[in-house]
Each structure stands twice: as structure tokens, then as C-alpha cells.
């Protein structure tokens, strides 16, 4: 589990990256300095080779090899300290030495003398001199084209394998020191970094539909967690919204039908406590039929708004003339209109209009509409239906031609500011009592709303409470 976990990996990887910087800059370090150590040896002692060559063959030369560390350190600023030097005929013979080789001799093979026989310079490192490595350089000095004597100068490497012995073993014990800390530093680092993820783990793991109002703590700052953080939160908001609705619906769902249920049965239960006469059975059944009706209606209308939820509700779509099924269902309703001695009028003063969409749909928004209209106006009052169309002089690409706009007017009794946007909500009434006895259940503005976005449109209201409501539908023009 463990292995799995991203602060894990985070730190594997960062361990991971150092170490390979820590050993290649560990391994640049040792190999450079070495270079240079071993170079700077050779440059010293080919220096003093060379000196020794020249200083040998001058003709006024006092020089012996036994105190010569005192005249050569003074004239120059070569340091011959410690330095073993001996000087060799051209067939290899031993001719002189310094003090300090005693009774020994510097080792020269076979393949240096033959390089110095031909004039070739040699630096070669030896460790067949006691315990000590030796660097060693052979010079021959040439007089008149001819190999007079032979230079060797040696020193010790025992300074310089030292320092390099002391550096690696100071890099061998920094460099995994190193990458321990910085698996505990980069495990810290992951923790702090990867917290507020647990934390919204944790409430995410907390979170089931009966607390949907828990919330992740937002953090300081605007970095990629709290934006993690925020569209979490958003998004459990908008959960909690839908649960809410969800169960406000059920609820209003089930109180809509608890109510013509128990009129059914109080009716019913009544009608069977003593014998009656078949009038009054009829009248009771028609009573019950009523109650069914709404009923079915509801039922109808209740699986046709979760049907549009999952849009599961095709639109069978094609040309409709509006004007047409306008003036149906004006003769649908025309019997409510007289009952209330309302006056029911038309305008349309745009000819034909006609849209591409749902014929039986766009009826069942005129129908909505025009009903409300009527239900929600006093006796001797008017409800008009205006068509309208709007073209768009200047069109965009991808632009539809225009609006058409279906306008239902009436002098009813209005609807409160605060009630506007709500009436669309399922199962709002604002006068629940009053709307029941209209035969109404809250869901006709609902499915209005639906069909006009189902077509690409909207719907808006505009009222005055006491002075009347004015429904706009705004359909997109169809291009034929
Ligand atoms: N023209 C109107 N004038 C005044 N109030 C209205 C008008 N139309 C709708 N309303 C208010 O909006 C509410 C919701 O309307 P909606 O059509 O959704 O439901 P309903 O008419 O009560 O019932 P249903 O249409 O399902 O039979 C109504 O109850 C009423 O309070
Ligand atoms: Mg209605």
C-alpha cells in the first residue's frame, strides 16, 4: 500500500534525481582534481628535469647532486624538496645522484631508455620503489645531435593519493548522508503537499446523501489544490441542490395524490354506509371520476417531467403552423372562456407563422398557457394571444433567422414579484387552496418550460398583481 502511495513515489523519485546529480557531480570533482593533481606533479618535475639538464652541461658547473636542493631552490622558485634525481650516461649507466636516493637507484625500463634514446620525453609512475609511489620523468639531453646524458626526476605521490584517498572518502560518507536527509526532507515536502488531498479523502468518505452540506475547508492562497478544493465544494453544492429538489419533489409528489386519494376514499366510504338510490351512486361516481382524472393527469404529467429529466422525450419535429394550432386550441378552451364570461381574442397580424418542432407538444404550451389565463382571471375579464415575428436584419453565421414570439395577455389577478421566477418550479402555486379548486396541481408552467428549451427558445413572464400577467414564448424562427 505503502509502495503505492504518491507521497512514496514523490519521494523516490526525488531521492532518485539527487543522487544521480550528487554522484556525477562527486564523480566531475574527483576525476578533475585528480587531473589536476597528477598534471601539476608532472609539470614540476619536467620543470626541474629541464633545469637540471641545462645547469648540468654548463661547462663552469660547480653543481653536485648532494647539496643541490640549497643553490636550485634559491635561483629558482622550484622546490627540488623531496625530489630524487639521477643522471644517466646515454647507454644507462648510473653517473650521479642525489643524497636522499642513499644506496639506491630509480627504477628506468627498457621501453623509456629506448624513448630516451630516440629523444622522447617519458613520465611514467612506479611502485616498485618501496611503499612509496613514485612519478618519475626521463629527459634526455641532447648536445650536437647526440644523446649526452640522461635526467631523471622523481617524487613522491604519496600527498597526491592521499588528498585524493581523503576526498573520496569524505565523498563517500557526504554524499549518502546527503540523500538520507533528503528522503526525509522530500518525504516532509510530499506530506505537506499531499495533506489537504487526505483531507478531502476523508470528507469525501464522510460525505452520503444525509450530509451533503459538509464542506472541505479551503485553504490560503490560489494554488492547484485549492482549486481542487473549490470545484469539490462546488460540486457537492450542486449535488446538495439536486438531492434537496429531489426530495422536495417526492414529497410535493406524493401530497399532490395523498389529496384526491383521501376525497376517493371519503367519498366512497360514505357512499357504502347505507343503501342509496342510483342517483346518488351516480352522482358519487362522477365525483370519483373527477378524482381519477386529476389523478391521471398528475400521474401523466409527473412521468413526463422525469421522462425530460433523462431526456427521454423525443420531439417529433417538423413544420408547424402556428397559426393553425392556435386558433384549435382557442376552440378548445372557448367553453371555459364563456363559463367566465371572458373575452378570448387572437392577434396575428404576420400572416402565417410557422416553426420547426413538436406539433402536439407546442399545442400542450398554447393549451398551458391560454388555460392559466382563463383559470387565473376573474369573470368578464380578457385573455389575447398575440403571434409575432421578429427577424434579425443582420444575421451571423450559425445565427437563426428571428424569433417568433407567442404572447399571452390576460387582466387577471397578477402574479407577486417574488412569485415570478418560482412559478416555473414544479408543483409552485402561489395560492395553493385557490389553485386546487381550479382543478391545478403546479406542473403546466413546468412542462411550458421544458417545450420552449426543448425548441431552443425560452419563456419569461411579466405581472402586476390586480392588473394581469403577460406570458412571452420565444421560439427560433425556422429557415425552410
Ligand atoms: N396567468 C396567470 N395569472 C396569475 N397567476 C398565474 C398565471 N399562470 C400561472 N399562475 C400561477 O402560477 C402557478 C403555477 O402555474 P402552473 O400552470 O404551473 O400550475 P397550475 O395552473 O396551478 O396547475 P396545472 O397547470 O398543473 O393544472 C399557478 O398555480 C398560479 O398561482
Ligand atoms: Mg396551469
Known amino acids: 500500500m505503502i509502495f503505492q502511495s504518491l507521497r512514496f ?38 620543470s626541474l628535469a629541464g633545469l637540471i639538464a641545462s645547469e648540468s652541461s654548463s661547462p663552469l658547473s660547480t653543481f653536485g647532486f648532494g647539496d643541490m636542493e640549497q643553490p636550485l631552490g634559491a635561483s629558482t622558485n622550484l622546490k627540488p624538496i623531496g625530489k630524487f634525481i639521477q643522471v644517466l650516461d646515454e647507454s644507462g649507466r648510473i653517473g650521479q645522484k642525489s643524497d636522499n636516493l642513499k644506496n639506491v637507484q630509480l627504477p628506468i625500463s627498457l621501453n623509456t631508455l629506448r624513448n630516451a634514446s630516440n629523444g622522447l620525453i617519458t613520465f611514467e609512475t612506479s611502485r616498485s620503489f618501496g611503499n612509496t609511489p613514485l612519478r618519475i620523468v626521463t629527459l634526455p639531453v641532447i648536445e650536437g645531435n647526440q644523446i649526452s646524458r640522461i635526467v631523471q626526476v622523481a617524487s613522491s605521490l604519496e600527498d597526491v593519493e592521499d588528498a585524493l584517498h581523503n576526498l573520496f572518502v569524505i565523498l563517500l560518507i557526504t554524499v549518502p548522508s546527503a540523500l538520507v536527509l533528503a528522503s526525509l526532507g522530500g518525504q516532509f515536502l510530499a506530506n505537506k503537499a499531499l495533506k489537504p488531498v487526505d483531507d478531502i479523502t476523508q470528507t469525501a468518505h464522510r460525505i452520503t446523501s444525509q450530509n451533503l452540506n459538509q464542506r472541505i475547508k479551503l485553504l490560503k492562497g490560489r494554488d492547484e489544490i485549492s482549486r481542487l478544493i473549490e470545484t469539490f465544494n462546488e460540486m457537492i453544492s450542486r449535488l ?3 438531492f434537496q429538489q429531489i426530495k422536495q ?5 406524493s401530497h399532490e395524490l395523498k389529496t384526491p386519494l383521501t376525497i376517493l376514499r371519503g367519498e366512497v366510504e360514505v357512499a357504502l354506509r347505507k343503501e342509496r338510490a342510483v342517483q346518488e351512486y351516480e352522482q358519487i361516481l362522477r365525483s370519483n371520476l373527477e378524482e381519477i382524472n386529476r389523478m391521471s393527469t398528475i400521474v401523466e404529467d409527473l412521468l413526463l417531467l422525469s421522462k425530460t429529466d433523462m431526456d427521454a422525450v423525443p420531439l417529433h419535429r417538423g413544420p408547424v403552423h402556428l397559426t393553425e394550432i392556435l386558433h384549435d386550441v382557442v376552440g378548445q378552451v372557448g367553453i371555459l372562456a364563456q363559463a367566465k364570461q371572458i373575452h378570448l381574442q387572437t392577434v396575428n397580424s404576420d400572416g402565417d407563422i410557422t416553426v420547426l418542432g413538436d406539433d402536439l407538444r407546442l399545442r400542450q404550451l398554447l393549451l398551458n398557457l391560454i388555460e392559466n389565463g382563463i383559470k387565473y382571471t376573474p369573470e368578464k375579464g380578457s385573455v389575447s394571444v398575440s403571434l409575432r415575428k421578429e427577424v434579425n436584419a443582420v444575421r451571423a453565421a450559425g445565427e437563426h433567422a428571428g424569433f417568433v414570439k407567442i404572447i399571452v395577455s390576460d387582466t387577471g389577478i397578477g402574479i407577486d414579484k417574488k412569485d415570478q ?14 389553485s386546487r379548486e381550479q382543478g391545478g396541481s403546479g406542473l403546466g408552467l413546468s412542462i411550458s418550460k421544458w417545450i420552449a428549451e426543448a425548441h431552443q427558445g425560452d419563456i419569461s413572464v411579466e405581472s402586476e398583481l390586480e392588473k394581469g400577467s403577460t406570458f412571452i414564448v420565444k421560439l427560433p424562427m425556422a429557415v425552410f
Open 9 to 46: 513515489k514523490l519521494t523516490v523519485w526525488y531521492v532518485l534525481i539527487l543522487a544521480v546529480l550528487l554522484v556525477s557531480f562527486s564523480s566531475f570533482l574527483y576525476f578533475t582534481l585528480s587531473n589536476m593533481l597528477y598534471r601539476s606533479v608532472d609539470n614540476k618535475l619536467r
Open 240 to 242: 446538495d441542490k439536486s
Open 249 to 253: 419533489f417526492s414529497s410535493d409528489a
Open 421 to 434: 421566477e418560482k412559478i416555473f418550479d414544479r408543483f409552485y402555486r402561489v395560492d395553493k387552496a385557490r
